[in-house]
């Protein structure tokens, strides 16, 4: 007696979907890499490998018009007639990196400087050093930043991984530093 195993699915284009929500319908084990894109207005998913899929399922006891003959399905990977199962590792592999890739994905698509902002750096030569964030560079993932060194602003092109909002910017946002300590006495400084 067979077991379930998991083989990949080829698909008419743009049909990843639509030949997945016919398996899982019929009780199939499905599972389709999905890789979210950043619009400038809403995430968008669509499939990581276009027109494929992959599927969970023992190939003797699933019914074989089931398989074959699926709306937008061209056919189970092969080798000669033989189906190609592909290793559980292998499915939990590709599940890791997808999603990982995602939240990186994710984590870029944030708002996170504004021009004038208090960053630190967190990498390189210039590690803990204070700088100006000035803007983003043409590569996307590369930034200007003001750094002051010997009394005199340089301006550094880094990563935008290489920076973060500076600690001291966060506890202060919108106040205005004491000047007295209360019944009008001056604070000295």
Same mark, same amino acid.
């Given at each position: 007696?067979?077991?379930?195993?998991?083989?990949?699915?080829?698909?008419?284009?743009?049909?990843?979907?639509?030949?997945?929500a016919?398996?899982?319908?019929?009780?199939?084990?499905?599972?389709?890499?999905?890789?979210?894109?950043?619009?400038?207005?809403?995430?968008?998913?669509?499939?990581?490998?276009?027109?494929?899929?992959?599927?969970?399922?023992?190939?003797q006891?699933?019914?074989?018009?089931?398989?074959?003959?699926?709306?937008?399905?061209?056919?189970?990977?092969?080798?000669?007639?033989e189906?190609?199962?592909?290793?559980?590792?292998? @499915?939990?592999?590709?599940?890791v990196? #997808? !999603? %990982?890739?995602? &939240? /990186?994905?994710?984590?870029? +698509? $944030?708002?996170?400087?504004?021009?004038?902002?208090?960053?630190?750096?967190?990498?390189?030569?210039?590690?803990?050093?204070?700088?100006?964030?000035?803007?983003?560079?043409?590569?996307?993932?590369?930034?200007?930043?003001?750094?002051?060194?010997?009394?005199?602003?340089?301006? @550094?092109?880094?990563?935008?991984?290489? #920076? !973060? %909002?500076?600690? &001291? /910017?966060?506890?202060?946002? +919108? $106040?205005?530093?004491?000047?007295?300590?209360?019944?009008?006495?001056?604070?000295?400084?």
């Amino acid at each position: 007696m067979s077991q379930q195993k998991w083989y990949a699915l080829f698909t008419k284009p743009k049909a990843e979907y639509k030949v997945a929500a016919v398996l899982e319908q019929s009780g199939v084990e499905v599972y389709l890499p999905e890789i979210c894109r950043k619009n400038s207005t809403e995430t968008v998913h669509s499939p990581f490998f276009p027109c494929y899929l992959f599927m969970s399922a023992n190939l003797q006891a699933l019914d074989v018009a089931l398989w074959r003959w699926a709306s937008g399905l061209r056919n189970i990977v092969s080798y000669g007639d033989e189906p190609i199962h592909l290793s559980p590792e292998l @499915i939990h592999h590709i599940q890791v990196k #997808i !999603e %990982k890739l995602n &939240s /990186q994905i994710h984590e870029m +698509g $944030k708002p996170t400087f504004k021009q004038g902002d208090s960053v630190r750096i967190l990498h390189g030569p210039l590690k803990d050093m204070e700088a100006i964030f000035e803007g983003p560079t043409t590569p996307s993932k590369r930034v200007h930043v003001l750094l002051t060194i010997l009394e005199q602003q340089r301006r @550094i092109r880094l990563d935008v991984s290489d #920076i !973060e %909002k500076s600690p &001291s /910017q966060d506890q202060h946002l +919108g $106040k205005r530093p004491r000047r007295t300590r209360g019944r009008g006495r001056r604070i000295k400084h």
